[in-house]
């Protein structure tokens, strides 16, 4: 299929924008902030700015482009392209993202949840090459996942198979914007472990980031977490094996119920590497069935920040010969 595609993935702090060839080779790429908080008609306003700009700067015109796949965070109906709920987005509600999209734009445009296209990405042309059984996690402004079972993307009833990150880990625990409480996402992903690290220092723990950040708890993040891990700081190396421990619970639960043999972990927090890693695979090998845990690799994504982009318009091109939103079969 001739003319270019356009990949978008749209993240909680930045918006990843590439437009590929017809050999899915990237001619541009770029990354903006998301601006989240500004709500949702200003981020779908940003996007298409975004896409003008690029075309405009290659000179490329709308009839010359093929499609534009979207990775959207939360839960939506691929079909219809209405995203119904984002956790991390404010006022992310019922909002109609491919109607919004073909009001600035003529070529067809396909949505689907932000991590499935992270793990098309990853699964064609990055750290699941050859392999039809995938569970794939991102760890970022929160916890997403996506599953590939016998050579097939997983989407159930309501496209929200795989939200692993909502597995009650805690009976009463931290509050979730899904309306429960003791989500796994509210303490594995990025900002759940800076929780975790900054409720240690309010209880009086000591760490060489209170230095670093000027005694100012809002400016600690997750690599900074990593860097003072680095130190040997005692605090650091506490709350990152918690939160590998915890972690490695949870894929335990999804690796006895889905059997897959390669367990993907991207997001921003999968630059940790074995500082959290190592934890997650001790308690997988200790806490999942024996039979499934010695079948299953627990690696790092291929592909970086790449994957979201890239799977995105690749999903998209799938899609325009497709009868479903699951058009890898």
């Given at each position: 299929?001739?003319?270019?595609?356009?990949?978008?993935?749209?993240?909680?702090?930045?918006?990843?924008?590439?437009?590929?060839d017809?050999?899915?080779?990237?001619?541009?790429?770029?990354?903006?902030?998301?601006?989240?908080?500004?709500?949702?008609?200003?981020?779908?306003?940003?996007?298409?700015?975004?896409?003008?700009?690029?075309?405009?700067?290659?000179?490329?015109?709308e009839?010359?482009?093929a499609?534009?796949?979207?990775g959207?965070?939360?839960l939506?109906?691929?079909?219809?392209?209405?995203?119904?709920?984002?956790?991390n987005?404010?006022e992310?509600?019922?909002?109609?993202?491919?109607?919004?999209m073909?009001?600035?734009f003529?070529?067809?445009?396909?949505?689907?949840?932000?991590?499935?296209v992270?793990?098309?990405?990853?699964?064609?042309?990055?750290?699941?090459?050859?392999?039809?059984?995938?569970?794939?996690?991102?760890?970022?402004?929160?916890?997403?996942?996506?599953?590939?079972?016998?050579?097939?993307?997983?989407y159930?009833?309501?496209?929200?198979?795989?939200?692993?990150?909502?597995?009650?880990?805690?009976?009463?625990?931290?509050?979730?914007?899904?309306?429960?409480?003791?989500?796994?996402?509210?303490?594995?992903?990025?900002?759940?472990?800076?929780?975790?690290?900054?409720?240690?220092?309010?209880?009086?723990?000591?760490?060489?980031?209170?230095?670093?950040?000027?005694?100012?708890?809002?400016?600690?993040?997750?690599?900074?977490?990593s860097?003072?891990?680095?130190?040997?700081?005692?605090?650091?190396?506490?709350?990152?094996?918690?939160?590998?421990?915890?972690l490695?619970?949870?894929?335990?639960?999804?690796?006895?119920?889905?059997?897959?043999?390669?367990?993907?972990?991207?997001?921003?927090?999968?630059?940790?590497?074995?500082?959290?890693?190592?934890?997650?695979?001790?308690?997988?090998?200790?806490?999942?069935?024996?039979?499934?845990?010695?079948?299953?690799?627990?690696?790092?994504?291929?592909?970086?920040?790449?994957?979201?982009?890239?799977?995105?318009?690749?999903?998209?091109?799938?899609?325009?010969?497709?009868?479903?939103?699951?058009?890898?079969?």
């Amino acid at each position: 299929m001739n003319g270019y595609r356009i990949g978008i993935d749209l993240g909680g702090t930045a918006i990843k924008s590439a437009i590929f060839d017809a050999n899915m080779q990237p001619v541009l790429e770029r990354c903006d902030p998301t601006e989240a908080a500004m709500g949702p008609q200003h981020v779908l306003h940003k996007i298409t700015r975004i896409v003008q700009q690029m075309l405009a700067e290659l000179s490329i015109s709308e009839s010359s482009v093929a499609c534009m796949g979207m990775g959207i965070p939360g839960l939506l109906d691929p079909e219809s392209g209405l995203s119904f709920f984002s956790p991390n987005f404010p006022e992310w509600e019922n909002i109609h993202v491919v109607n919004e999209m073909k009001q600035a734009f003529a070529f067809p445009i396909f949505i689907d949840n932000d991590v499935r296209v992270n793990l098309y990405g990853e699964w064609l042309f990055g750290a699941g090459l050859d392999s039809k059984n995938i569970l794939m996690v991102t760890l970022g402004t929160g916890l997403g996942s996506g599953i590939v079972v016998d050579g097939a993307m997983l989407y159930g009833k309501t496209a929200s198979a795989g939200e692993i990150g909502h597995m009650n880990m805690y009976r009463e625990g931290r509050p979730c914007r899904c309306g429960s409480s003791g989500c796994l996402g509210r303490y594995v992903s990025a900002i759940g472990m800076v929780r975790t690290f900054t409720e240690r220092l309010e209880h009086g723990a000591e760490s060489v980031i209170l230095a670093w950040t000027g005694n100012d708890h809002s400016r600690i993040t997750a690599q900074m977490i990593s860097e003072a891990y680095d130190t040997g700081d005692a605090l650091a190396i506490e709350v990152m094996h918690e939160t590998g421990v915890l972690l490695g619970f949870g894929l335990s639960n999804a690796i006895n119920l889905l059997n897959p043999e390669l367990v993907i972990i991207g997001g921003g927090m999968s630059a940790a590497g074995d500082r959290l890693l190592t934890s997650v695979r001790e308690t997988v090998k200790s806490h999942s069935l024996q039979v499934s845990s010695q079948a299953c690799r627990i690696v790092p994504a291929a592909l970086g920040g790449e994957a979201g982009m890239v799977g995105a318009a690749a999903y998209g091109s799938r899609r325009l010969h497709s009868s479903g939103p699951s058009p890898f079969r």
